[in-house]
């Protein structure tokens, strides 16, 4: 499958339709049982080859420092995670490769990440979630951002998924973007950028 801009309402819709008229959901989960991204029982493995550091953190085998109490009760569904130290210290570089989307406060970087504890296929990336109708996930997802930014503190956050194949990790996590300490990677990625609620209003449109 080729690369698309999947960043509104009107591309995910687009998207939407050629991936159940080519049948895209069965194609992906062949390909990742014979890249071995999924096993045989259709959950995420950490990795052969390419690894998967968001399963990696969810299944223990990497330690994640980071305080989950920011989730609130969303803990029990959801993991919370950071970018890579370089990542973070980069993120007003606009020639630096993998920068985080904006730059730190007081109390922790501008640019996390929340992944979810179910590693099933259906929801290792935003599309299969989508393709399953899968409303109420989302709105579990968009309520744990919500906790985290708002013990944060912040004003003007933004949640953005990567839709495959945009995406870089096989494992689905929503990026929690602080905008008013946005950098130059945020408008970078303004082509894979794909709001959280533009995923809800279309998903509102088909139930109509």
């Known amino acids: 499958m080729d690369h698309f801009i999947v960043n509104d309402t009107h591309t995910l819709g687009k998207y939407i339709r050629y991936c159940e008229d080519i049948n895209a959901y069965?194609?992906?989960k062949t390909k990742f049982r014979q890249d071995n991204i999924i096993d045989d029982?259709?959950?995420?493995?950490?990795?052969?080859?390419t690894f998967n550091v968001f399963v990696s953190i969810v299944t223990g085998n990497t330690q994640n420092n980071v305080d989950q109490s920011l989730l609130g009760k969303h803990a029990d569904k959801f993991v919370l995670c950071h970018n890579r130290p370089?990542?973070?210290?980069?993120?007003?570089d606009p020639e630096f490769y993998g920068a985080s989307?904006?730059?730190?406060?007081?109390?922790g970087p501008g640019h996390v990440f929340i992944t979810t504890k179910n590693l099933?296929?259906?929801?290792?990336?935003?599309?299969p979630i989508?393709?399953?109708?899968?409303?109420?996930?989302?709105?579990?997802?968009?309520?744990?951002?919500?906790?985290?930014?708002?013990?944060?503190?912040?004003?003007?956050?933004?949640?953005?998924?990567?839709?495959?194949?945009?995406?870089?990790?096989?494992?689905?996590?929503?990026?929690?973007?602080?905008?008013?300490n946005a950098g130059p990677t945020f408008?970078?990625?303004?082509?894979?950028?794909?709001?959280?609620y533009d995923v809800?209003?279309?998903?509102?449109?088909?139930?109509?």
């Not at 029982?41 to 080859?49: H, Y």
């Not at 809800?200 to 109509?208: A, P, R, T």
Request: neutral net charge; hydrophobic residues 35%; proline residues 3%.
């Open 86 to 92: 370089i990542n973070d210290e980069k993120w007003d």
């Open 200 to 208: 809800l209003n279309v998903l509102n449109k088909e139930k109509s």
């Open 120 to 127: 099933h296929f259906d929801t290792f990336n935003i599309l």
């Open 41 to 49: 029982d259709g959950f995420l493995t950490v990795g052969v080859g």
């Open 101 to 107: 989307m904006a730059g730190p406060d007081e109390n």
């Open 26 to 28: 069965d194609k992906i």
């Open 187 to 196: 408008h970078t990625q303004f082509k894979k950028n794909l709001c959280i």
């Open 130 to 180: 989508v393709l399953k109708k899968n409303t109420q996930f989302i709105q579990d997802l968009l309520l744990a951002a919500l906790e985290y930014t708002g013990n944060r503190g912040w004003k003007n956050p933004g949640f953005y998924f990567h839709c495959y194949p945009n995406n870089s990790v096989q494992s689905l996590h929503i990026h929690v973007v602080n905008k008013d």
